[in-house]
Every structure is written in structure tokens, then in C-alpha cells.
């Protein structure tokens, strides 16, 4: 400061011939010093002569005052100095309060608010990742507004704070250790620092002593640059730091100026001594502390090579700042004084105008650092990012590493270098410092429950659900055609699944199909080539040739399955395949007729061919096809079939299939060709007899057989097969169903044409002995490949100005306040009430003496609070109990709802107006005027009288002030109240909101420290319940228009129905009546005791918009005696004050000295009648109050006064003394109330719960519907009373005001993006998982065997899906499987009994016997595989069945064998039975039986099959099936009974030519024939078929199978027993001419 004015001084361009002078104050770093000196400034200390008649005044002494550093001393000096316009330039104190001009008109600054560097620390702490930060921060202005400000931009950045904690210097030690634990105990790695320097190094000792490092710090410019900081921190704890410093900056001169320090020890204050002896470390000889060892100082010392904290220049940017502000106001002047070679000294300098100049100024320094305030009076915000970086000589490295420029856009406004930071413990790499770590993508946030929105879980997305970006707060479900891939980041397609030609399976029945359709095309060569010959023209070579062209057909239109499904496709493959198969089977059914006809036309006199000529045989086939062509249009034209993208079969495929469109036409279409291939068996069967050289119905029969046994296989496969696996099984039956007509109808006459031309005659076709055609049978199999997220403030002022005038007398400064109610007493009390509401607004020029306030809208309750205080001084005056002969007196004053005032008449009451003789030698001081004060009404008047009279230790006791601040006792040492905190209040609003269910509210606040501290605290505490708000604005009484106008349209574009109003009753009134003009009604009003149980505003709600209104107030009370003194007014016109005049013309509604309509006042009124607010006695409860404060001195006064029945005169009263008693008492007033004061000087915190209902007149009743009790347990608190409530518009329904409404059980809260916690939408729980709970955040995946219900609410035991007896399935196998049994016991008893017969004898009774046994086993086994499965069941189910097949078809097997032995035995010479005799016949069946059982035994021992639960197969389902244990023991097993199974059939076909007596091999032939079809056919329909369905297929197979051998073998052989007993001879056995049996 001292080298700007030296600078300016010796400036010829600036104020030319103006030298500057300058007044130096140390404030001691304290707030009340700071004030005094500033005092100091403002009056100077010099006697000032003056007549009796003119007022103490006079120009202020200096015309600016640069400082102070910190910010909670500005405010108070501001608050002090800013009536009197005197500007303020400070250069470091950064509270964004400050910048409030209304509070602090006169405050400028040269260092930006802490409203950017808070929003900078927050970009910064975002830009590094750190999203779970500690915060410590100075329990002063600074600390407190610049933390509440990174607080809030932080949560709006999604950073969450794990501890916010304070302290202060002068704190205990136990204190700032606390404060060292919870740094330790967190696990938040970056701690914010929102400290002063001097703050900063109490807590490095502290840190130092208990080694607390490798913690990433953040600090602010207060200590970040400050080389004193880093000195002191040895223990390297703030190694790495970051955080934001002015810019740097260069002042040529200002150092070498700084060092030289000789001109300051020219001072004669000891101050400098000190100073000089710190700063060279030496003493002074005539120090009287001085050290022995310590090098005495000259007085003469240079800093040349000194190094220390002064010489550091680290805060260079901070003296700069002074400098600018001294420039500021030398170019003010400059302005002002109109300088330019020289100035014009006549101007009359004034403090306003001097700071209206500062304001507009804008200028350039030396250096070219520009210079302006903003309306706020703040310079532009520019910070540099400084990172400390240790070097190796031990010292720090202030190295810049960014910028941050506020008034860039958002996104530009941090700008980082790419230089290589340094972070704690010297790493190189960002520390991470987060709650829980990022949520990568595929999966979501879920918050962990009682944490902050930083603290989550990441759940993975569900099946189907994906989530693309970190931290993301919900999984979206992909599209139908869509699925998650395996990370869930991403929707990929879902896999178009269809029978396609790429793929192996639709490769190889392509092949197939080709194959048939190029074996059908050379067989019709031959028959063409051929077509003369009698074998092609015996059997009707057009119906062939027809046959070859429809069997081509079928071949091909296989092919319209494979390929992706398309309109026509689907159309085609359906249709196609009916029209042709008909086609097909027509023509077989015209052979067969034909075969018959030609055998009735043989017979003599038969002209049977005339009816079934070629003519009849076309039209028949044509017939029989052109109804499949009918159905098959019916079916196109009613509902036909469409490619169909179905996406249920599988969740990560679609299936692209063909929609039946209706499944009566598809069904109709199989189902007529089952028809026809039924009728077609049956005409084959009656031709069974008929002569070998017409007998093509043999093979037509063999043929149908198969078609039936595939189809009849096909139907359960199709039904249970999957996807593209059912189009498979549908082309395999076709391609099966073909092939087997064209092999048995075709091969065995292509056999005779190509290799037996010899037989190819008509005299051969003609012939007896015709040999028949050849058998010839293929299968065939495919592979398959399977796929698999306000503000605190220290009010004001210390005010002590003294002048001395000439006459020795003390006198006060300005005009004296008298009481509006006085009355002389042994002790005086003070009242401070707000007798009006407002004042006249008004703009002082400050160029003559402002006006006192003019107060205007006269407030009745200020004077029922005053007649409050009357009455108790009153009954305490008349007690002989209570301080007897002592009378209290009183002074009254009115401080019209002003802060300014209230302070002013405060001071009045400390002082006194009186005019004190003093000698020269003794203070102007005298003890208080008043012992206590009672007052004032509201907080924020409260605050700045509290903070004035504070040091003087006045008790000022409060009846209505509720600002929780006002409970720190270091700020208000003296102030008390009776009515309780809003810190109470507040809390107990959230938990009346929560109760009815309340998250979305809007919030409206006075602006001032009443409305401001109370909704804050309800801010956090709702906030803690997980209440929103969607809006919370602030008005003030005196807003202009426009302001409170906007509040109503927030209101009414809002959503919420529920509006909490922290108002005083003014505010209340002023918004009541802007709400009214917009008839703005149906919202639920939540009210505090400031306006709830209000009968004024009440009266004002004409509009009934606060009907239904809920809140709290001071619980009812009753003081006998009370409402008749204080409807007694007529002490109060008595009073000469002209207010009183004014009163008594408001109250009865009169005027004196009247003049126009309006009744004559008369001075004699009465209010017997009167109906108005003074009348209404709803604010009981605060005259309550009042009363219990007067008592509460008066009794703190007895116990001083020692008073018995007489009081002590001797004891000195000292406000202090009394002070100290107040806070000790407790008694009970005659009421019965108990007053005392807790330690805050606060009572107990109680509230009654007020309902506004109003009656059928119109008015009002406060209901009291509930109580709420802070002293009680949490859960106790709030208790509502079971009385009826009424809410908005009467409405007896509690309202709903919320932002979503609850998630039901079965879904989970999802935020809303960029939106409160309490707006979220509610997303249905995915399937699988379950949520049970209202607004659960996650649901929970339900245990594999567990499936969530439809509606997601609960886990439901899967279904154990297996074959059961209960099933109609299962019934329906276990019927046919006991129906087999019992058909075999039957055939066995029948072969028992005929056992002697020829036919039993003949064909290998032994045998019979026994594979009729195993036969039995096999139908038995199959009932193994119904049922749960078991341990023992799934061993026994498929060794049982491998064991039984394996011994019945080791029987068939000895029975072929057999058959051929015996043949060989008839020959001459031949002795071939002995070899294969009875024994050998049984050691074969043994042994082939054998075999299996080993294979058996080694998959039981090696790998069991085990039950076990699938819960892949089906989402909703537990299939309960056999696992094999070995896959290779179980086809080992299945291989080894194909393979005896094969060996048979070839031995059968050997025997095909053996004489029919011996020839049981062509039904052997047959049996295996169908088994081999019914196994083929299994494999795919088993590997297809899922759960319980391929268990149903396996014993399909096997009942088939075992029917298929029954009645093939034994059935025939029953035939000739029961119904041919005349065949069943030896002869007949014997014969050559043997009838053929069936």
C-alpha cells in the first residue's frame, strides 16, 4: 500500500500536486477490532468543538479504506462503514456473501468472490475423476459460504462429499484432532481444503504429529501459493497439491521497495521492534527478554541474504492486489477532482461519490493489468492452477499447470497444460479417489441404500439388456431382433436362424434330396428304356411313370424348406409338399387297385378291368389330387402361410420360420395324406394273397408301412423340435417317406431289368414260379450342429464512537432515539418490537444529512408483543414473591422491521441519550442502561443486535427469532430465547412431509437469515429422507413487483402440489396477496410457526388459497390475566407519541381531528366488539414467550439480589452477572410451564401440528392435530393425532405430490437423466429377477431353481418339468406300455398252451419263449424313464433298456440263424444243425447278451448316469432329466443293439428265398425293418427334443419298436392257432404247396 501512494505521489499524470496520506490500523486478526479501528477511521480521535445546538457530526476522516485480508471482519466493518458509503477495496477476502451490494453497499474488492474459485475447485475435482472428496474448511465466512458453494456445484457435478468438516483456529486441540481421525478413518482419498493460511498451519502440525500422509490435497488460493505454508510442512503432507492462486504477477519496484524495511524501524511502536527482532532474529539490548546467546540488533541490519517468510515474494499476486485497489481510488479522485496538469481543489469530497467513481472506473496499471469491478463490485475472475512440486533441495515449486477464465463458456473455462504433474507422494499417476469405481459398460448403477449417490453397486445388465456407456443408471433392452452380446455393451442382431444351405444339415439334405431326385430320374430312364419289357408293362408303366414324376417332385420340394423363408417360399413348401405327396400316393393307391382289378378280371366271366381302365385309373389320381389342390386353396385364400420372425424360442436367436397362418389347413393337408396312405396299407393288405407274378401289393404294403412309420414318428418330433430343427425332421420325413417308396416299388424291378434280364419275360411274368423282386432297403442319417448408473454470515457491528467535545462531556454522536414506551424503575429493561411492518424506500445522495426512516403499515402484533412484556413487568412489580420492593421500568422501542434501526435503537438502550460530565482523566463509560433487552421478532435483526451488544454481554432474550445460527454461542454470546431453534422446526417440516408421503415439493423462503438457515437445514434433511425439491426460491417483503411475480409463475408451471413456505408472516401477506390476483388455489401449503397459527393472515386469505394448510407452532398456551391487560389500550393513548395517535385511528377504525366521513375519534374507545387482528388472541403462545423471558430475568435478578423477603441494595448489577444467572435458571411459571435454557441458551424444543379447516362463516380454525417432541427418540417424534384432517379445496384425501409415483413390487427405479433421485421411471423387473419392496432401486435375480412370477414381485420354485404318470403324455406311454405287456403275456400263454403244435415246435419254441420274455422286459423298461428322476432310476432306465433289447434281439437274431440252419439241415448230407444245435442257439443269445451287460457295467462304473436338474433348457422350468455321465457309454450301448439290429436284417434278407414252410426270416425281415426306421428315425427327433420330450421320444421308440417285433414275429403265428387251427399240422409244416401264412 505504502509503494502505490509513494508511486502516485511521485506521479506527475496522476492527481498532479495531490499528495495521498494514510492511516494504518493492525485489527489483530480479530472481528470486534476490526470494527473499532474502522470506527477509528471513519471519526477520527481528535476533540471537536461544537455549539449545544449543532449536532456531533463531520466529514468522515479518510475517503477509503483498503482491507481487511479476511472475510468475516469485511463483512462486520462493511456492515459498520456501508451506511456511511465509505468504500471498502479489500484485497484477498473471497466470500461470495460480499458481494451482496444490498447487505454491503460500499465493499469492493480486488480479488475475485469465491462464488468461481468454489465452481473452479469443483470443474478441477471433475476434470481428475475425484468423485468421493473429504472437505475441511475454516468455520468462519470464507470457510462456510466458499464450502457451501463447491458443495453444491459439486452434487450438481456428481460429486459426493464423504465428510464436510470445519474448525478454527482458536479451536481446543481435542477439536482439530477429531478432525485427524475422521481424515484417517475415510476412504476418500482428496481432501478439499477451504482454509485460511493461518488455519492451514494448525492442521499440518497437527497432520505432521500423527504422520498423516498420501493424501491428495485441493486448496484454494488462500494457501496454495503461500511459501510460509509450505515451509512449515515438513513432513512433506502436502506434497502434490493442487489447487487454484491468483495469477502471478509483477509490480516493477514493489520488492526491492518491500525489503527495504529501515523506514519502518523509524517507528516508535513497539509493534516494529518486534517485527525487526523476527525479522533478523536478533534483540534489541534494552529487550528485557532477551537471550543470552542471541546476537543483539543495530537497528542497522540488511535482509541481503536473509531468507524467510518476508522475503519470500510467493504472494506477490496478493500485494498487487493492493495495489490496484489504492490505484482504484487515486484514478477515482483523479476523475473527480477533473486533474490534468493540476486539480481542482474546491470539489467538496464525499465518500458516496467517491465510491459511485470507484465503481466506473477502468483503467490500466504499469504492467498493463486491466482494472474494473463489476456491479457487484468484484474484479473479472481469472485463477491460475498451481501444482506443488517438491525439488530436491527440500523446498516447493509453485508450478503453474493451468488457467481457468470465468467468463469463458462452460466448456472452455478450465484449461489444463500438458505439463507432467506431480501428485502426492511424488507420483506420477492421478490419484483415484472415488466411493466405487466406474461402472464399465453392460452394466448399471445401483446406490448402495444409505449412502450417497456416489457409493453404488455395479450390477451386471440382464440377459437382453445392455448399457453403452460408463456409470450408467439403467440397462435399455435391446429391440425383438436384438440381443445383448456376452459384455452387454452392445445390441447385436440377433442370429437369423433358418435350415440354410451353408450350414452342414441343410448341406447334406440337399445332397439327399438331389440324390432322390437324380436316383428317382434314372430309374424312369430305365422304365423308359425299358418300357416294352413285360415287368414294366405287367405293373402299369403310365401309373409308374406318373409315380416317377411325382416322387421327383416330393424329392425336389424338399428343397422350398431350406433357404431363408420368404412369402412365396411358405407358401410354396406347404402346398407343394401336400399337392405332391398326394400326387405321389395316388398313384400308388391307383397300382394297388389296379393289382386288384387285374386279379378279379382272371376270374371267368369277369369284365371287372371295364370299370377300372387306364381312363378310370387317371381320373382317380386326378380325383384324389385335385382335393389336396382344393384344401390347399381354401387354406392360401382363408389364412395362408407367412415368413414369421419368431422371437420366443430362443433369446439370443430369431427363428425365421413359416407361420402356419391357420393350423386346421396344414393339419387338414397331412392329414388327407394319411388318409390316402392308410386306405392305400389296407388295399396292399387284402392283396396279400394273391399270386407272386401280380403281387407288386407286397411291395406297395412294405412301402406304405414305412411311409406310416415315419410320419407317425414325425408328428411328436415336429411338435417337440426347436427352431430350424423342426423343418429338418419335416424334410427328413419327406425325404424318408420318398425313399422308401421309391426303393420298395421301384429298386426290386430295376434289379430284374438291369441284373436278371432272364426273368424280364412274359412267359417268366406269367409263369408260377416267378421269382420276386428285390428288397432293397437304405437308410440314411444327418449330422447336426448345434450354435449357442444460505449462505452463513457474521452479521455486522461492533459500534463504539466517542467524541470528546471542548466541555469535557461525553455525548452521542447524531440524533438521540427516544423510547416509544418508557417508565422509570430501580432496574430498567429494554423492548425492541417492531411496531410497523415497512419503511419508505428513499435514495440518499449523502450530500446533506439523511432524513430518519420514515415506517409506514402499522403491525398490531408488535404492539400486543410490547403489552406482553407490560403485563409481565406489571405482575412482577405487584408480586411480593418475586423481587420484592424492586420495581422493573422499561424502555420500549420501535425498530420498524429494519436491521439498521434495530441496531441503532439497540445502541440507545446500551447508551443512553443523557449528556455525561467526565473528567479529562476519566473514560467516557458508564454502565449499561438497561440490564436486559427483550426482543426483537425476527432473526436477521436479531443477528445484528446480538453481534453489537454481544461484547457488552446485554442478555437479549427473543420470543420469536428462530434462526438456528443464532444458537453459536461464540458468535451470540448473549442472546437467548424462549422459543425453540429452527434447526428443530426444520427437521420436524421434512418428517411431516415424509409422513404423508411427500418427494416432490416446492420450497418458498423469506430472504433473510430466518428463511435462509431454516430451509437450508430442511434442504438437507429432506434431501437425507429422500424428499426433492423442484424448486426453491426467496422474495423479500420489499422486492419490487416483478420478482414476487415470477415466484407465482414458477408456482404455476411447477408440478408439485405441495409448497413448503419458511416465511415470516409479512413475507406471507405480501405473497398471499399476489397469489390471490391469480386465484391461485389447490395447492397443500406446509407452513412454519411464523405464519401457521396467524389469524392476520388468516383474515388476508380471502381467497381461501391456504385452506387445508399443515404446520407447526409453539404449543397453545393460557397466562391468566393476559388478554384483559392487553385489550386494555387505554395506557396506551396516554402516551404522547404521535404513533399511538396512529394506532388508536387503525384500531377502531376512527380519525381525530377528523374531516371527512370518518367517525371523530374521542380518546375513549372501547374494544368491547371490536373485531380485527390486535382482538384475535391466536399468537398466544408467543406472548407467551415474552412473558417467560421478562420472568426469566426477574428470577435470574432475585437469586442476584439474594432476595428473600427483601432485597439486596449493596450488589453491584453487571449485565454479565445477570447473564450468567439467566442461564442457570429454571422454574415454572404460574401456568405450570417450565422455562430453563440448554447450553445454545435455546428451551425445549416442542410444536404442535396445526390443520388449517375452515368453518361454514367463512373463518378459520387452527386445528391441533399432532405434536412433535425433538427430546424424543427418532421414531417417537411426530405423532399425529387419529382427528380428521382437511387439506387443499376442503378435500378430506391426503394429496399426492411426488415426482413418479412408487415403483410397485416387480419393477426397480430408474433416475430420470439430468433429474432429482425422487423423478424416476419405473422399469419392470427383467425376467428372473424379482424386487418385493415399494421403489426398490435393483432387482434381485431369483436362485437358478427359483423363476420370477408374472408379476416380478416374488420367486416362484420352478416348475420340475419331467415325464410324470400325472401327464397325459405319460398316462398315455404308460398305457401303451402296459397294453404291450399284456398283449405278450397273452401271446405267451397262447404259445404255452399250443406249445405241442406244429407251428410253436417248428419255429424254435425256446427262443419264442424267451424273446417273448424280453419283449415283456422291453415294453416293462420303458416305464423306468417316467417319473422324477432318481439315482437309481437313471442307472437302472437305460442298462435296463440297452440289457433288454440287446437280449431280444440277440433271440431274433438265434431265430434268423436258425431259420437258415435248418434250410441248410434238409439238404443231402448236410450235418449243419449240430454246429448250431439248442445249446449253441442259447450260449449265442448269452453272449451277445453279455457283451452288453459288460458295456453296462463299465459305463455304470466308469461314468453313471446321474439325475440332474437342467435349468438351460427352459428360463421358467427345471427339466429333471438323466444326465449320461459318459455320452460314449450311451451310444455305446445304443451302437451295439444297431449293430445286432443290422446283422439280423442282413440274414434275414439272405433267407428271403427260403420255401415259405421254414420262412419266419420275412417277418423277421419286416420286424427289423420297422425297428431300424423306428431308431434312424429316433436319433434326430432325441437330439431335438427338449426335455421331458425327449424322454417321451426315447420310450416312443422303444414301445415301436417292441410293438413292431411282437406283432411282426408272433401275431401272424396267433393267427393260424386261433383262427387256421386246420393249417396248424406237420403236414401242412411239411408241404410243398404250403398256403403263405399272412
Same mark, same amino acid.
Given at each position: ?576 409338399? =401336400? ?73 439370443? !436367436? ?188 428513499? #435514495? ?67 447508551? =443512553? ?15 449499561? #442502561? ?274 428473600? !423477603? ?19 435458571? #429454571? ?297 449320461? =455321465? ?113
Amino acid at each position: 500500500m505504502l509503494f502505490a501512494i509513494e508511486e502516485i505521489n511521485n506521479s506527475t499524470d496522476l492527481l498532479p500536486g495531490i499528495s495521498l496520506g494514510y492511516k494504518i490500523y493492525d485489527s489483530c486478526t480479530s472481528v470486534a477490532r476490526g470494527v473499532r479501528v474502522a470506527l477509528a477511521l471513519a471519526n477520527g480521535n481528535e476533540v471537536v468543538s461544537a455549539s449545544s445546538e449543532a449536532p456531533c457530526t463531520r466529514p468522515a476522516q479518510v475517503q477509503a479504506i483498503m482491507g481487511e485480508t479476511s472475510s468475516s471482519p469485511c463483512m462486520a466493518i462493511a456492515t459498520v462503514i456501508g451506511p456511511f458509503h465509505i468504500p471498502m477495496i479489500s484485497h484477498f477476502a473471497t466470500c461470495a456473501c460480499l458481494s451482496d451490494k444490498t447487505k454491503y453497499p460500499s465493499f469492493l474488492r480486488t480479488i475475485p468472490s469465491d462464488y468461481y474459485q468454489s465452481r473452479a475447485l469443483a470443474q478441477l475435482v471433475k476434470h481428475f475423476g475425484w468423485t468421493w472428496v473429504g472437505a475441511v474448511r475454516a468455520n468462519d465466512d470464507y470457510g462456510n459460504n466458499g464450502m457451501a458453494t463447491f458443495t453444491e456445484t459439486a452434487q450438481q457435478l456428481g460429486i459426493c462429499l464423504e465428510y464436510s468438516v470445519s474448525f478454527f483456529r482458536t479451536d481446543p486441540p481435542h477439536k482439530i484432532l477429531k478432525i485427524v481421525d475422521i481424515i484417517k478413518s475415510s476412504t476418500s482419498k482428496v481432501i478439499v481444503a477451504f482454509l485460511s493460511q493461518h488455519d492451514m498451519n494448525v492442521l499440518i502440525q497437527e497432520l505432521s504429529f500423527h504422520n498423516v500422509t498420501g493424501y491428495q490435497w485441493v486448496g484454494t488460493e488462500a494457501w496454495i501459493v503461500d511459501s510460509l505454508t509450505a515451509a512449515m510442512d515438513r513432513h512433506h503432507i502436502l506434497d502434490g497439491s493442487i489447487g487454484l492462486s491468483i495469477p502471478k504477477a509483477h509490480v516493477s519496484g514493489m520488492r526491492e521497495f518491500m525489503l527495504d524495511v529501515k523506514p519502518l524501524n523509524s517507528s516508535s511502536n513497539a509493534m516494529f521492534t518486534e517485527f525487526w527482532e523476527a525479522l533478523f532474529s536478533c534483540k534489541f539490548e534494552q529487550s528485557k527478554s532477551s537471550a543470552g546467546n542471541q546476537r543483539e540488533c543495530t537497528g542497522h541490519e540488511d535482509l541481503t541474504g536473509v531468507q524467510n517468510s518476508f522475503t519470500y515474494m510467493s504472494l506477490m499476486p496478493i500485494f498487487n492486489n493492493v495495489y490496484k485497489g489504492v490505484y482504484a481510488v487515486a484514478h477515482a479522485l483523479h476523475s473527480i477532482l477533473s486533474c490534468n496538469k493540476t486539480c481542482n481543489n474546491k470539489v467538496q469530497l464525499d465518500p458516496f461519490m467517491i465510491l459511485q467513481h470507484i465503481r466506473k472506473i477502468h483503467f490500466k496499471t504499469k504492467e498493463g493489468d486491466e482494472v474494473y469491478f463489476n456491479e457487484n463490485g468484484d474484479p473479472a475472475a481469472k485463477y491460475e492452477i498451481i501444482n506443488w512440486q517438491p525439488t530436491k533441495n527440500g523446498t516447493v515449486d509453485f508450478v503453474s499447470v493451468g488457467l481457468y477464465h470465468a467468463s469463458l463458456p462452460a466448456d472452455k473455462q478450465l484449461n489444463l497444460q500438458n505439463k507432467s504433474l506431480i501428485w502426492a507422494k511424488n507420483s506420477k499417476q492421478v490419484p483415484l479417489s472415488v466411493c466405487s469405481e466406474k461402472c464399465p459398460p453392460g452394466t448399471r448403477k445401483v446406490l448402495q441404500k444409505g449412502k450417497p449417490v456416489c457409493c453404488y453397486d455395479c450390477l451386471r445388465c440382464a440377459e437382453g439388456e445392455i448399457s453403452n456407456i460408463t456409470d450408467s443408471i439403467t440397462c435399455v433392452r435391446c429391440q425383438p431382433e436384438f440381443w445383448s452380446n456376452e459384455r452387454r455393451d452392445a445390441c447385436v442382431k440377433k442370429e437369423a436362424e433358418f435350415l440354410s444351405y451353408e450350414e452342414i444339415m441343410g448341406a447334406l439334405l440337399t445332397a439327399a434330396s438331389l440324390f432322390g431326385t437324380c436316383m428317382t430320374v434314372v430309374v424312369a430312364i430305365i422304365f423308359f428304356r425299358y418300357r416294352q419289357t413285360p415287368i414294366v408293362r405287367a405293373n402299369n408303366s403310365e401309373l409308374s411313370f406318373l409315380l416317377l414324376f411325382s416322387l421327383t417332385l416330393c424329392f425336389l420340394c424338399s428343397l422350398t424348406f431350406i433357404g431363408r423363408p420368404s412369402e412365396w417360399s411358405c407358401m410354396l413348401r406347404h402346398t407343394a409338399f =401336400g399337392i405332391t405327396f398326394v400326387l405321389c400316393i395316388s398313384c400308388v393307391l391307383g397300382k394297388t387297385i389296379v393289382v386288384l382289378m387285374a386279379f378279379r378280371a382272371t376270374l371267368p366271366g369277369s369284365n371287372v378291368m371295364k370299370w377300372f381302365g387306364p381312363a378310370q385309373q387317371k381320373l382317380s389320381v386326378l380325383g384324389f389330387t385335385l382335393i389336396q389342390v382344393i384344401i390347399c386353396i381354401l387354406w392360401l385364400t382363408i389364412s395362408p402361410p407367412l415368413p414369421f420372425k419368431n422371437f420366443k424360442g430362443f433369446k439370443d !436367436k430369431i427363428i425365421l420360420e413359416c407361420a402356419l397362418g391357420t393350423a386346421v389347413g396344414f393339419w387338414a393337408v397331412l392329414g388327407y395324406i394319411g388318409l390316402l396312405a392308410i386306405l392305400c396299407f389296407i388295399l396292399a393288405f387284402l392283396a396279400r394273397k394273391l399270386p407272386d407274378n401280380f403281387n407288386e401289393a407286397k411291395f406297395i404294403t412294405f412301402s406304405m408301412l414305412i411311409f406310416c412309420a415315419v410320419w407317425i414318428t414325425f408328428i411328436p418330433a415336429y411338435v417337440s423340435s426347436p427352431g430350424k430343427f423342426s423343418v429338418a425332421v419335416e424334410i427328413f420325413a419327406i425325404l424318408a417317406s420318398s425313399f422308401g417308396l421309391l426303393i420298395s416299388i421301384f429298386i426290386p424291378k430295376c434289379y430284374v431289368i438291369l441284373l436278371k434280364p432272364e426273368n424280364n419275360t412274359k412267359k417268366n411274368i406269367m409263369g408260377k414260379g416267378t421269382t420276386n423282386g428285390l428288397a432293397f432297403f437304405d437308410s440314411m442319417t444327418s449330422t447336426q450342429r448345434w450354435p449357442e448408473q444460505g449462505w452463513a454470515l457474521l452479521q455486522l457491528l461492533l459500534l463504539v464512537s466517542v467524541s470528546q467535545a471542548e466541555e469535557r462531556v461525553c455525548r452521542r454522536r447524531g440524533d438521540p432515539e427516544n423510547p416509544q414506551l418508557f417508565k422509570n424503575g430501580d432496574i430498567m429493561l429494554g423492548g425492541i418490537f417492531s411496531f410497523y411492518n415497512s419503511w419508505k424506500d428513499r #435514495q440518499d445522495t449523502y450530500m446533506h444529512k439523511p432524513l430518519p426512516l420514515q415506517c409506514i403499515s402499522l403491525n398490531f402484533r408488535g404492539f400486543q408483543y410490547a403489552q406482553a412484556m407490560l403485563f409481565a413487568i406489571e405482575e412482577i412489580n405487584n408480586s411480593t414473591d418475586l423481587l420484592p420492593g424492586i420495581s422493573l421500568g422499561y424502555k420500549i422501542y420501535d425498530a420498524c422491521s429494519s436491521v439498521a434501526r434495530g441496531v441503532r435503537v439497540a445502541l440507545a438502550l446500551a447508551n =443512553g441519550n443523557e449528556v455525561v460530565s467526565a473528567s479529562s482523566e476519566a473514560p467516557c463509560t458508564r454502565p449499561a #442502561q438497561v440490564q436486559a433487552i427483550m426482543g426483537e421478532t425476527s432473526s436477521s435483526p436479531c443477528m445484528a443486535i446480538a453481534t453489537v451488544i454481544g461484547p457488552f454481554h446485554i442478555p437479549l432474550i427473543s420470543h420469536f427469532a428462530t434462526c438456528a445460527c443464532l444458537s453459536d454461542k461464540t458468535k451470540y454470546p448473549s442472546f437467548l430465547r424462549t422459543i425453540p431453534s429452527d434447526y428443530y422446526q426444520s427437521r420436524a417440516l421434512a418428517q411431516v412431509v415424509k409422513h404423508f408421503g411427500w418427494t416432490w415439493v416446492g420450497a418458498i423462503r423469506t430472504n433473510d437469515d430466518y428463511g435462509n438457515n431454516g430451509m437450508a437445514t430442511f434442504t438437507e434433511t429432506a434431501q437425507q429422507l429422500g424428499i426433492c425439491l423442484e424448486y426453491s426460491v426467496s422474495f423479500f417483503r420489499t422486492d419490487p413487483p416483478h420478482k414476487i411475480q415470477r415466484i407465482v409463475d414458477i408456482i404455476k408451471s411447477s408440478t408439485s402440489k405441495v409448497i413448503v413456505a419458511f416465511l415470516s408472516h409479512i413475507d406471507m401477506d405480501v405473497l398471499i396477496q399476489e397469489l390471490s390476483s391469480h386465484n391461485l388455489t389447490g395447492y397443500q401449503w406446509v407452513g412454519t410457526e411464523a405464519w401457521i397459527f396467524d389469524s392476520q393472515t388468516a383474515a388476508m386469505d380471502r381467497h381461501h388459497i391456504l385452506d387445508g394448510a399443515i404446520g407447526l407452532s409453539i404449543p397453545k398456551a393460557h397466562v391468566s390475566g393476559m388478554r384483559e391487560f392487553m385489550l386494555d389500550v387505554k395506557p396506551l393513548n396516554s402516551s404522547s407519541n404521535e404513533m399511538f395517535t396512529e394506532f388508536w385511528e387503525e384500531l377502531f377504525s376512527c380519525k381525530f381531528n377528523q374531516s371527512g366521513n370518518q367517525r371523530e375519534c374521542t380518546g375513549h374507545e372501547d374494544l368491547t366488539g371490536v373485531q380485527n387482528s390486535f382482538t384475535y388472541m391466536s399468537l398466544m403462545p408467543i406472548f407467551n414467550n415474552v412473558y417467560k423471558g421478562v420472568y426469566a430475568v426477574a428470577h435470574a435478578l432475585h437469586n442476584i439480589l439474594n432476595c428473600n !423477603k427483601t432485597c439486596s441494595n449493596k450488589v453491584q448489577l453487571d449485565p454479565f452477572m445477570i447473564l450468567q444467572h439467566i442461564r442457570k435458571i #429454571q422454574f415454572k411459571t404460574k401456568e405450570g410451564d417450565e422455562v430453563y435454557f440448554n447450553e445454545n441458551g435455546d428451551p425445549a424444543a416442542k410444536y404442535e401440528i396445526i390443520n388449517w379447516q375452515p368453518t361454514e362463516n367463512g373463518i378459520v380454525d387452527f386445528v391441533t392435530v399432532g405434536l412433535y417432541d425433538a427430546s424424543l427418540h427418532d421414531d417417537k417424534q411426530l405423532n399425529l393425532q387419529n382427528k380428521s384432517l382437511i387439506w387443499a379445496k376442503n378435500s378430506k384425501q391426503v394429496p399426492l405430490s411426488v415426482c413418479s409415483k412408487k415403483c410397485p413390487p416387480g419393477t426397480r427405479k430408474v433416475l430420470q437423466k439430468g433429474k432429482p433421485v425422487c423423478c424416476y421411471d419405473c422399469l419392470r423387473c427383467a425376467e428372473g429377477e424379482i424386487s418385493n419392496i415399494t421403489d426398490s432401486v435393483t432387482c434381485v435375480r431369483c436362485h437358478p431353481e427359483f423363476w420370477s412370477n408374472e408379476k416380478r414381485d416374488t420367486c416362484v420354485k420352478k416348475e420340475a418339468e419331467f415325464l410324470s404318470y400325472e401327464d397325459i403324455m405319460g398316462a398315455l406311454l404308460t398305457a401303451a406300455s402296459l397294453f404291450g405287456t399284456c398283449m405278450t403275456a397273452v401271446v405267451a400263454i397262447i404259445f404255452f398252451r399250443y406249445r405241442q403244435t406244429p407251428i410253436v415246435r417248428a419255429n424254435n419254441s425256446e427262443l419264442s419263449f424267451l424273446l417273448l420274455f424280453s419283449l415283456t422286459l422291453c415294453f416293462l423298461c420303458s416305464l423306468t424313464f417316467i417319473g422324477r428322476p432318481s439315482e437309481w432310476s437313471c442307472m437302472l432306465r437305460h442298462t435296463a433298456f440297452g440289457i433288454t433289447f440287446v437280449l431280444c434281439i440277440s433271440c431274433v437274431l438265434g431265430k434268423t440263424i436258425a431259420v437258415l440252419m435248418a434250410f441248410r439241415a434238409t439238404l443231402p448230407g448236410s450235418n449243419v444243425m449240430k454246429w448250431f444245435g439248442p445249446a449253441q442257439q442259447k450260449l449265442s443269445v448269452l453272449g451277445f447278451t453279455l457283451i452288453q451287460v459288460i458295456i453296462c457295467i463299465l459305463w455304470l462304473t466308469i461314468s453313471p448316469p446321474f439325475p440332474f436338474k437342467n435349468f438351460k433348457g427352459f428360463k421358467d422350468k427345471i427339466i429333471l432329466e438323466c444326465a449320461l =455321465g459318459s455320452a460314449v457309454g450311451f451310444w455305446a450301448v445304443l451302437g451295439y443293439i444297431g449293430l445286432l439290429a443290422i446283422l439280423c436284417f442282413i440274414l434275414a434278407f439272405l433267407a428271403r428265398k427260403l420255401p415259405d414252410n421254414f420262412n419266419e426270416a420275412k417277418f423277421i425281415t419286416f420286424s427289423m425293418l420297422i425297428f431300424c426306421a423306428v431308431w434312424i428315425t429316433f436319433i434326430p427327433a432325441y437330439v431335438s427334443s427338449p426335455g421331458k420330450f425327449s424322454v417321451a421320444v426315447e420310450i416312443f421308440a422303444i414301445l415301436a419298436s417292441s410293438f413292431g417285433l411282437l406283432i411282426s414275429i408272433f401275431i401272424p403265428k396267433c393267427y393260424i392257432i386261433l383262427l387256421k387251427p386246420g393249417k396248424n399240422t406237420k403236414k401242412n409244416m411239411m408241404g410243398k404247396g404250403a398256403t403263405k401264412s399272412f
